[in-house]
């Protein structure tokens, strides 16, 4: 196991170890008054101030939606010098947006970036405010799960604080397969014979977004931590002891193809959007979902989330290779703060506000679920579903596991990575050539 992945698994079973004990008492930190946000309640004076938030948080019907606007909504209040301009858009049109800003040198006061390897291009560029000292404010590094924030820091400083902690899954309605006579799969095998009764039963087997390409990676991704065995093969590659043409890749590349061929994604796959894609699953028009465990709470407040028709399960393993328990880990995205911003202690006041109020105010809206921060509040008691309960145990089972690609390599090299897994959608292709494709890419890009 290497050492991305121990941890991320300690900080995934720190937050499970949070979760249950989070009825034993409240630490106090998650309180909506401006005096621990550290203001007096009118920040900056009387001046009028405006502060851009970018975000990925665009449904409105999404949990995370709803908490953002309330807490946005009490911190106005709080502080009627201050107006919050919310610039809410999709995961890949906040990053090509990001992108552009980031050239000009004109950020939002606040953005979102990933972990890791996606993130250090503006760090380097020097674009950030580091945070370090705000999150010593009034407890609020102690809110989050340990380890967590080591994947936004650089040389010492913190540039982002993560709003997610997260696992792949499998979301499926049982409706559905229930109709269809299928069984939840515990093979990969299975898996593909399971999309053939559905497409049987004329029942769409999976949704997916692709046209935000960094789904259809997070899906080949788990293939090829079971093809090779267990985490690590992208780390191989960086330290010179595979390539992208080790067999283990090329199973995985079979492998994806034999799911598509099948017919398992809707039509048009490319055309739809993270948005669009979930939402065929939510609205009862797909039988499964593989997404990141943060969907639990949209899916729980959907249509089919409220009939109690979805289940959740394990991506399994493939041609007898790989270990269910180990998943695809997921830092989630972070919010950062501009470095030029023209109001840099009113944002860096309201994001401190605004991550202390996160944890319990996604409790309440239903969208605690894989949060980077410990959660205060039984999620039975609270109502969460049995499918969201099924979710947080699935995280104490969490025995490794590999971050996302784009996480991992650099931009030039994810971005072949993910132009190539998406033509996949579109036309068949020669495992072999796919691998070649990469391997090329990634030495353009050393």
């Given at each position: 196991m290497n050492k991305t992945s121990k941890r991320v698994i300690g900080t995934i079973l720190t937050g499970a170890l949070a979760v249950s004990l989070a009825a034993c008492g409240n630490n106090g930190n998650n309180t909506s008054s401006p005096e621990a946000s550290g203001t007096n309640g009118n920040a900056g004076g009387k001046e009028k101030v405006t502060i851009t938030f970018q975000n990925i948080y665009p449904d409105a019907t999404d949990p995370k939606h709803q908490m953002m606007k309330k807490i946005v909504a009490q911190y106005e209040a709080d502080h009627p010098n201050v107006k919050i301009e919310l610039d809410s858009l999709n995961t890949d049109q906040q990053k090509l947006k990001l992108k552009t800003q980031a050239a000009s040198k004109e950020i939002p006061d606040i953005t979102i970036v990933n972990p890791a390897a996606q993130m250090k291009p503006f760090v380097d560029a020097d674009l950030f405010a580091p945070l370090n000292e705000m999150v010593e404010k009034n407890g609020l590094k102690d809110t989050f799960q340990e380890g967590i924030l080591d994947y936004y820091s650089f040389n010492g400083n913190l540039y982002a604080l993560p709003d997610g902690n997260n696992v792949g899954l499998v979301y499926y309605n049982k409706k559905?397969?229930?109709?269809?006579?299928?069984?939840?799969?515990?093979?990969?095998?299975?898996?593909?014979?399971?999309?053939?009764?559905?497409?049987?039963?004329?029942?769409?087997?999976?949704?997916?977004?692709?046209?935000?390409?960094?789904?259809?990676?997070?899906?080949?991704?788990?293939?090829?931590?079971?093809?090779?065995?267990?985490?690590?093969?992208?780390?191989?590659?960086?330290?010179?002891?595979?390539?992208?043409?080790?067999?283990?890749?090329?199973?995985?590349?079979?492998?994806?193809?034999?799911?598509?061929?099948?017919?398992?994604?809707?039509?048009?796959?490319?055309?739809?959007?993270?948005?669009?894609?979930?939402?065929?699953?939510?609205?009862?028009?797909?039988?499964?979902?593989?997404?990141g465990s943060w969907a639990t709470g949209g899916i729980e407040t959907s249509t089919v989330g409220t009939s109690g028709d979805v289940g959740v399960f394990k991506f399994p393993t493939i041609n007898g290779k790989g270990n269910p328990d180990e998943f695809m880990l997921a830092p989630g995205s972070g919010f950062a703060v501009s470095k030029n911003s023209k109001h840099l202690a009113e944002t860096l006041d309201f994001l401190n506000y605004f991550m202390l109020n996160y944890p319990k105010e996604t409790f309440t809206a239903k969208g605690a679920v894989g949060i980077a921060q410990k959660v205060e509040g039984d999620f039975k008691a609270a109502g969460y579903s049995d499918m969201a309960m099924d979710v947080l145990s699935i995280f104490k089972d969490v025995k490794g596991g590999d971050l996302a690609f784009d996480n991992t390599m650099n931009p030039g090299t994810a971005q072949v990575h993910l132009s190539s897994i998406q033509n996949l959608f579109v036309a068949k292709k020669d495992a072999a050539s796919v691998a070649k494709e990469h391997q090329q890419g990634y030495e353009d890009n050393k």
């Open positions: 559905m397969f229930e109709e269809a006579g299928a069984k939840v799969p515990t093979t990969f095998e299975e898996m593909v014979e399971v999309v053939k009764q559905l497409k049987a039963k004329k029942i769409q087997p999976m949704a997916i977004g692709e046209k935000d390409t960094w789904t259809g990676s997070f899906l080949f991704m788990n293939m090829l931590l079971r093809t090779n065995g267990g985490p690590g093969f992208l780390q191989d590659v960086v330290d010179g002891k595979k390539t992208f043409e080790d067999p283990a890749f090329v199973e995985a590349v079979d492998a994806f193809q034999s799911l598509v061929q099948a017919g398992a994604f809707q039509e048009g796959a490319t055309s739809f959007d993270y948005n669009a894609g979930e939402n065929l699953f939510k609205t009862g028009k797909a039988a499964m979902y593989y997404m």
